[in-house]
C-alpha cells in the first residue's frame, strides 16, 4: 500500500513556464514534507520541505503548498528552467518518527 | 565536505558471492541509512543507525547484513542475494533522528548492483 502517490510519472514543461508537481499521501500521521531532485546517476538532493503548521513554504524559485484537508502537496517551479529537468521524489514523515516514506518520482522535463 | 561517498559505483554479482558495499561521509552525521531502489520505483528504506547502533532493520532478509564500524563509515555486507535483489542502492545520512528537521537526507550517487 503506497501512502505517498505522485500519479504524474512524467510532466514536460517550456522554458520560462511554470511546473507544477503533485503528490498525495494517505496517512493523516504524517506531518512533515520533502521534496527532492534526483539527476541521473547521482543520489536524490533535498530541495524543499514544509511542516503541517504551515501550508506554504517559499524558496527561490521553488514553492511547495500543503493542503492537510485534500491529503495533498505540490511543488511549483517558477519560472522553470532546462537545468530543473530531473526525477522529483515527494517524500513524508512524521516529526518524530524516523522513517521517510517516497513516492514514486515524477520525470521533469523542461524545453528550451 | 557535504557529500555521501559510496563504492563501488557499479557491482556484478553471482548468487554464491560475498561482496560489501561502502559508504563514507564527514559532515559529523550521527545517523546512516540504507535505501534500496528498483527501477521506477521509489527509494526503500532498509536500515538505520544512529550513533553507531542499529536502529531500524526493516525486516531484511538476512542474506543483508550491515555493519557502522564508526560514526563515517557504514557497510552493507551481501551474501547469496538472488537476481530480485538487483537494485540501486543507496547510503544516506542525516543530523540526527527524533527530528523532522534532521530529516533533510545527504545521499550518495549510489552503487548499481546487478545479481546473476
Known amino acids: 500500500d503506497q501512502q505517498v502517490k505522485q500519479n504524474s510519472p512524467s510532466l514536460s514543461v517550456q522554458e520560462g513556464r511554470i511546473s507544477i508537481l503533485n503528490c498525495d499521501y494517505t496517512n493523516s500521521m504524517f506531518d512533515y514534507f520533502l521534496w527532492y531532485k534526483k539527476y541521473p546517476a547521482e543520489g536524490p538532493t533535498f530541495l524543499i520541505s514544509i511542516s503541517s503548521i504551515k501550508d506554504k513554504n517559499e524558496d527561490g524559485r521553488f514553492t511547495v503548498f500543503l493542503n492537510k484537508s485534500a491529503k495533498h502537496l505540490s511543488l511549483h517551479i517558477v519560472p522553470s528552467q532546462p537545468g530543473d529537468s530531473a526525477v522529483y521524489f515527494c517524500?513524508?514523515?512524521?516529526?518524530?518518527?524516523?522513517?521517510?516514506?517516497f513516492g514514486a518520482g515524477t520525470i521533469l522535463r523542461v524545453k528550451s | 565536505d557535504t557529500e555521501v561517498t559510496q563504492t563501488p559505483k557499479h557491482l556484478v554479482m553471482g548468487m554464491t558471492n560475498k561482496k560489501s558495499l561502502k559508504c563514507e561521509q564527514h559532515?559529523?552525521?550521527?545517523?546512516m541509512y540504507w535505501y534500496k531502489q528498483k527501477a521506477k520505483k521509489p527509494p526503500e528504506l532498509m536500515f538505520v543507525y544512529s550513533y553507531e547502533k542499529l536502529s531500524i532493520n526493516e525486516s531484511v532478509p538476512s542474506r543483508f547484513s550491515p555493519e557502522c564500524p564508526n560514526s563515517s563509515l557504514l557497510n552493507l555486507h551481501l551474501h547469496a542475494l538472488q537476481p530480485e535483489d538487483s537494485a540501486l542502492y543507496l547510503c544516506?545520512?542525516?543530523?540526527?533522528?527524533?527530528?523532522?528537521?534532521?530529516?533533510?537526507?545527504?545521499f550518495g550517487s549510489g552503487t548499481q548492483l546487478s545479481v546473476l
Open positions: 559532515m559529523g552525521h550521527r545517523a
Open positions: 544516506a545520512s542525516s543530523q540526527d533522528l527524533g527530528s523532522a528537521a534532521n530529516e533533510k537526507l545527504f
Open positions: 517524500a513524508a514523515t512524521m516529526e518524530y518518527g524516523n522513517k521517510l516514506v
